[in-house]
C-alpha cells in the first residue's frame, strides 16, 4: 500500500498564505507526475497543480500567479506554496502520485479561508 503523507492545512484569512507538504516512498516520488487537487463541498475534485519527474508544471488557470508547485528529490516531497489566498481555495487539498494506469492519492487536508 502506497502512502502519501499531507501536511500543512488550516484556517488563513484572506490575502494569507500557506505551504502543503506531500511526502511519498521514493519509488515513486522518483518515478510519478505528482499533483495537487482539490474539492470543494458540492464540487467535483479538480486539478489545482501538477509536476512531472521532470519538472514540468501546469497550473489551473484559476491559481496561476498565486500558487507554486515544486518538488525535493532529496526528501522526497512536493509543496504548494499557496499565496494570495482567497476564500474560493477553501477545500479539501489531495495529493496525487501518478504514472500511466497506477495513480495513487493521499488523505486530504483542509484549506479554510476565511476572515
Known amino acids: 500500500q502506497v502512502q502519501l503523507v499531507e501536511s500543512g492545512g488550516g484556517l488563513v484569512q484572506p490575502g494569507g498564505s500557506l505551504r502543503l507538504s506531500c511526502a511519498a516512498p521514493r519509488n515513486v516520488f522518483s518515478f510519478y507526475a505528482m499533483g495537487w487537487y482539490r474539492q470543494a463541498p458540492g464540487k467535483q475534485r479538480e486539478l489545482v497543480a501538477r509536476i512531472t519527474s521532470a519538472g514540468g508544471t501546469n497550473y489551473a488557470d484559476s491559481v496561476k500567479g498565486r500558487f507554486t508547485i515544486s518538488r525535493d528529490n532529496a526528501k522526497n516531497t512536493v509543496y504548494l506554496q499557496m499565496n494570495s489566498l482567497k476564500p474560493e481555495d477553501t477545500a479539501v487539498y489531495y495529493c496525487?502520485?501518478?504514472?500511466?494506469?497506477?495513480?495513487?492519492w493521499g488523505q486530504g487536508t483542509q484549506v479554510t479561508v476565511s476572515s
Open positions: 496525487n502520485a501518478a504514472r500511466g494506469p497506477s495513480d495513487y
